[in-house]
């Protein structure tokens, strides 16, 4: 997907504020059927299954998907911040800073051996505090009390969602390398997962990101990260068959959620949940040389995204990350948006980011 030539791509304060957004739209909408299978979903909501959030009743509450994600914004504006004002710092210790503090928001303790970091204005966000199925490897990975790394990570077997759901902030940053993209991200990973598919897969998506906030076409760049996992260093063979594999679901067109879950799986590993939404993306894409239609082209693709039997609210999360990036905020739905739980919450933390990298707001 490219913009056509009469149409303005979208600045990058429009895709920060679009990524996130997007991403809490696609989780807010998963999590409302994220305990159910295709058949319960159907049975809810009829044979399309959830298609928006006028099928659900009071506002769209996100999970920890979107609770961690700010966080990482959070983390990544306290390093930008101090290097701002000419202070190194080290990026990945202000990330785990950040998740100790949203541990604490859980009720979780780390331990006496984990340092307290000081409170910052998102701690003060009540919405922050509610448990939201909050991923188990997360809480027990940060619990320890000792700041993960990649070559020490916590968990080392570690290799659900967690990593991924929360790491679409790490391609937003401008004015980095793709490189230094990959590895903020991985090491970020591993202050709570350890397996490689769960870091490298963090990595590569928070690459997809980086890609499409550069302005490449969406298929080019679902190509281009593709073909870059089967180069990772010791790479976790399942990571680049999933994402292969997700293209060429995708060259197929739309199929039913059952054969979605058969050919890709149900979202429940990084890796898993990475495929099912660049195929959902991909797959509800209009033709090259088609008429962009970005709102309808999000609504599409979150329909794919959430209707099936696995971890429907990271799927979708992705998904409108994804899109976010893309399109800037002109994919997401107003109707939608004026649902969704503290939308506020989520403007201010993009607009922080938006400030500490471009000076802007």
């Known amino acids: 997907m490219s913009f056509d030539h009469d149409v303005p791509a979208p600045t990058l304060p429009s895709r920060i504020r679009g990524s996130l957004l997007g991403g809490a739209l696609g989780d807010a909408l998963g999590y409302a ?51 701002n004002s000419g202070v190194g710092a080290d990026v990945n210790a202000c990330v785990w800073l950040a998740y100790l503090r949203w541990l604490a928001a859980q009720g979780e303790d780390a331990g006496p051996s984990a340092p307290a970091p000081q409170p910052r204005w998102i701690d003060g966000n009540g919405v922050l505090r509610q448990r939201r199925r909050p991923d188990k490897d997360c809480l027990s990975g940060l619990a320890t009390g000792e700041m993960g790394t990649a070559m020490r990570p916590v968990n080392p077997d570690a290799r659900g969602t967690g990593t991924v759901m929360r790491s679409a902030p790490f391609g937003l940053v401008p004015h980095i390398t793709p490189d230094a993209v990959y590895k903020l991200s991985a090491d970020a990973a591993a202050l709570t997962h350890g397996h490689p598919a769960a870091r490298q897969g963090s990595g590569i998506f928070s690459l997809l990101i980086h890609r499409l906030v550069s302005g490449e076409a969406l298929r080019d760049a679902a190509a281009g990260v593709t073909a870059h996992a089967g180069t990772v260093v010791n790479v976790a063979p399942e990571l680049p068959e999933r994402l292969a594999a997700a293209l060429r679901l995708a060259e197929k067109g739309l199929v039913g959620p059952e054969e979605l879950q058969r ?49 429907s609210d990271t799927t979708g999360a992705l998904a409108g990350n994804i899109l976010g990036a893309l399109y800037g905020e002109a994919c997401l739905p107003a109707t939608w948006l004026e649902a969704l739980e503290a939308a506020e919450v989520i403007r201010r933390m993009a607009d922080q980011l938006v400030k500490v990298t471009t000076g802007e707001g």
């Open 33 to 83: 059927v994220q305990c159910d299978s295709i058949a319960g979903i159907r049975e809810r909501f009829g044979a399309r299954g959830l298609t928006g959030f006028e099928d659900l009743a009071g506002p769209g509450h996100f999970s920890d998907d979107t609770q961690l994600t700010l966080y990482t914004v959070d983390g990544l504006v306290e390093a930008l911040e101090w290097a």
């Open 263 to 311: 050919e890709l799986g149900g979202g429940r590993t990084a890796e898993e949940a990475l495929a099912v939404a660049l195929y959902s993306v991909i797959a509800t894409a209009p033709a090259d040389g088609a008429d962009t239609q970005p709102v309808e082209h999000f609504r599409h693709a979150m329909l794919v995204a959430v209707n099936h039997s696995g971890a």
